[in-house]
């Protein structure tokens, strides 16, 4: 596939924009949700299907990815047009996070034909939403020690145990599945084994979990004899553990999502900006106060900073050192900033920082106290901050392990 022209790519930004412009709608007349992990209603999810299902018709979503499984078939390069254009004109999240940020990848990368065939388009359209069953009560972010049991029984494996925090679980039709088929191995990760299954058949039930924010999306999910068809192993009996890592490189962000879009609205520091101007405290602008003007330059040179190592590591001469190093630091970094920024926007808004969404004294009907409660959500999911912290020490930097 050769590298489009300059002009190519003009054109096509062209008609993206245009695309953008006349069909996002931002407000649909209920509260959309800032990340795919707060789904909670049926209106949210089936006008988050349809935005999802017209980005894939009108080619902006999956471009890159080929036509025969489902995808456009174009240069990586257009993908990035069209996402810039989604977010030019602040589109809704796009739904199917698991199934093409992280799923699909992985099967673009390892899968059988078969599955890239069966599944690919599915992920693309909407029509086949995926979640993803790796943590387990008692073990979170430990995944070396799942427990949930995959039996062989001719055809079929069945299935016994527990998995926590499934987004969109209860919604889905696919899931991606970290399960125990042996502990005769040498250590804990040898007796793992990854699979695709179906969701809704016997033997499979979900039960939802209330977040903090007061809003739903997570699930917990209980396997009683459930049978699974036995093609749906990814790699061989026991090899779960390196499939797993490759869907945590994309879950991480330590390689980038080709099929393109986004899954969690990211605050614009202009508009923590906006919102510190109109600020007041003891009738004087707030960004009259040295200290909080201080900490509002701090906390944009470190989104410059994080743009400018996002950008960085795609040059390989400037990270031949340790060329997974910025890669690896990227999803810790960004998520605990973000975390970081929308707790010093409740700063601005005083005794009112205590008034949440549908109050008529909330700020922005309590877009900020909803994205701070939101933040904590990112710094867990995929591994939690202190996990991705072992990472990038041992992995990166070549520390020793801890005890």
Not at 144 to 170: C, F, H, M, P
Not at 285 to 311: F, G, S
Request: negative net charge.
């Amino acid at each position: 596939m050769s590298k489009p022209s300059e002009a190519e790519l003009k054109d096509f930004e062209a008609q993206a924009d245009a695309w953008f412009k006349e069909n996002t709608v931002t407000d649909p007349g209920f509260m959309l949700p800032l990340t795919f992990m707060e789904v909670s209603t049926d209106e949210q999810f089936d006008f988050l299907c349809d935005w999802q299902r017209k980005v894939y018709e009108a080619g902006y979503l999956g471009t890159s990815w080929p036509s025969e499984y489902g995808g456009h078939g174009m240069h990586p390069d257009f993908q990035r047009v069209a996402t810039r254009a989604m977010k030019k004109y602040d589109g809704p999240i796009i739904l199917n996070a698991i199934g093409i940020g992280w799923a699909g990848p992985l099967l673009m990368d390892i899968g059988s034909e078969e599955d890239k065939k069966k599944y690919i388009k599915g992920m693309l359209s909407a029509e086949d939403i995926w979640c993803q069953g790796f943590s387990e009560p008692e073990h979170g972010s430990d995944l070396g020690s799942a427990q949930l049991k995959a039996v062989r029984d001719g055809d079929e494996y069945v299935l016994n145990g527990s998995k926590i925090w499934t987004s969109l679980g209860d919604r889905a039709k696919y899931m991606i599945l970290l399960a125990r088929t042996s502990n005769d191995g040498p250590n804990k990760y040898a007796g793992l084994s990854f699979f695709l299954i179906p969701m809704k058949i016997p033997g499979i039930e979900t039960r939802r979990i209330k977040k903090l924010t007061g809003e739903y999306g997570f699930v917990q999910t209980f396997f009683t004899d459930a049978r699974v068809p036995a093609e749906g192993l990814v790699g061989k009996e026991g090899d779960g553990w390196m499939v797993a890592m490759k869907t945590l490189e994309y879950e991480r962000g330590a390689k980038v999502n080709p099929a393109g879009g986004y899954y969690i609205k990211e605050l614009d520091a202009m508009g923590v900006v906006d919102l510190a101007r109109k600020a007041e405290r003891a009738g004087k602008p707030l960004l009259d106060d040295p200290v909080m003007r201080d900490k509002m330059v701090e906390q944009m040179m470190e989104i410059q900073a994080l743009n400018l190592n996002n950008q960085r590591r795609r040059m390989a001469p400037l990270n031949q050192d340790r060329p997974m190093g910025l890669a690896m630091m990227n999803k810790l970094a960004r998520t605990e900033m973000i975390r970081d920024l929308t707790e010093f926007s409740l700063a601005f808004q005083g005794s009112r920082a205590g008034y949440y969404v549908g109050d008529e004294n909330a700020v922005d009907d309590g877009y900020w106290h909803r994205s701070y409660l939101n933040s904590f959500s990112a710094t867990i999911g995929g591994g939690t901050s202190e996990i991705q912290r072992n990472i990038v020490a041992e992995h990166v930097l070549g520390l020793p392990k801890g005890r």
